[in-house]
DNA sequence: TGAGCTATATATAAATA
DNA sequence: TTATTTATATATAGCTC
């Protein structure tokens, strides 16, 4: 009678480009799940803040993010790091804790993606504009006359006002639109082990996925 | 006889905030540890690049990149999400993957802790150049006179040089000054369990370390 | 693709030096 | 703090469906 193992169980790899492309795939989709796992783990024991992005190699981007990525988000479009007590962050993160105890992953990723991909789309559009108006970031701001910087003002509120809807937008999101996720008690969910731990007092996971801007100018 | 064994071993924890501060600060750091790992051979084994920052409870930033973390700061600097395509990032990358196979984690952090506190003083000095001249950033934009915008202007220049030096350290530092990194070849170092994986064709590992612009305006 | 199944490799909670 | 050591909890490689 065989005595063979049904599996030869986990095997130890090589950390090395993995040459199969197939088996790459794979790989990356497992160990990005287990990283955004882990961080989100960290965020919460600890409380502390984590941004992440992971471009898959297809050159998609996945981010993970507490209290979320849309912060990073915007540090980036408004072109400073605005101050962490700065009155945005502060009624973001209060209306997250507030609401927001436990996110599941894998739901709230699908979610996040379709909202990630229009608001990706209408931010894009928009710094186009800015960019058309004047490629300014990329010029030596030297040689910007007077008259092009009223043009890029006129091209910023633009971009300011796009990025003060989204800001609206998540926090709409994060307080209303995901009833699974507003209070206590969610159960097992999709292939989670075990049910969704209650996190009581602390702060929210997100998990969120955004298209990266290709090429502005 | 007693046969009590000598630990408990690994415990099952919730996955809530820690209340014991010293308990938490431990947690932190190994798991923090672990995450970096965990980042750095996803992006070796599936050859893609990730970006990480972690806050400690302390407010220290902590960060992981592939290629490295710097460029990511030059978008948050620059204020533009720069193509990736952009002749910059790609002399970057160009560079690093021509010189730089694998980096020890933990050598690198440590050198990469000096300049980055340098890097970030500078940075910060600029920036609040830039906020004496006019808190723009947080201002609407609107409100802004003319004038105003060639004040902010010449600070902007400023900046933007002193960006673009840091750009060209961290070009210097990619190609030359770490000997170590150079070549394949690297042995056991400090704890790791294994010698360090040669990469023999793929990009290289970047482990940095800086501290957050705290408050700007 | 994506989910589920071992069996094994790793990460890490506690205790301790 | 930072480093070891256990013993155990988790992550995941290779398969199958």
Redesign the pocket.
Same mark, same amino acid.
């Given at each position: 009678m065989v005595n063979r $193992?049904? /599996?030869? !169980? +986990? =095997? +130890? %790899?090589k %950390?090395e480009k %993995?040459a199969k492309k197939?088996?790459l =795939?794979? /790989?990356f989709?497992? +160990?990005r799940?287990?990283?955004f $796992? $882990?961080a989100s783990? @960290?965020s919460t @024991?600890c409380g502390v803040d984590i941004a992440m992005i992971v471009f898959s190699p297809a050159q998609k981007a996945f981010s993970f993010g507490h209290p979320s990525v849309d912060s990073m988000m915007l540090r980036f479009l408004t072109g400073s790091p605005p101050p962490p007590s700065s009155g945005l962050h502060q009624l973001i993160e209060t209306r997250r804790d507030a609401n927001v105890h436990e996110q599941n992953m =894998?739901l709230t990723q699908t979610l996040n993606q379709l909202e990630a991909e229009k608001k990706k789309g209408e931010v894009l559009d928009q710094m186009r504009k800015v960019d058309r108006s004047q490629c300014c970031w990329e010029a030596p701001i030297e040689e910007l006359e007077l008259h092009e910087l009223e043009q890029l003002r006129g091209a910023l509120e633009e971009l300011k006002k796009t990025v003060a809807k989204q800001v609206n937008n998540i926090l709409i999101q994060s307080t209303s639109s995901l009833p699974f996720l507003a209070v206590n008690g969610v159960g097992e969910v !999709?292939?989670l082990? /075990?049910k969704l731990e209650i996190d009581n007092a602390s702060a929210a996971l997100h998990f969120n996925n955004f298209g990266y801007a290709q090429k502005i100018c």
């Open positions: $193992k049904p /599996t030869m !169980g +986990r =095997q +130890r %790899i %950390i %993995i197939s088996h =795939q794979v /790989t989709s497992k +160990r799940a287990g990283l $796992k $882990k783990e @960290l @024991l =894998q !999709g292939n082990e /075990t």
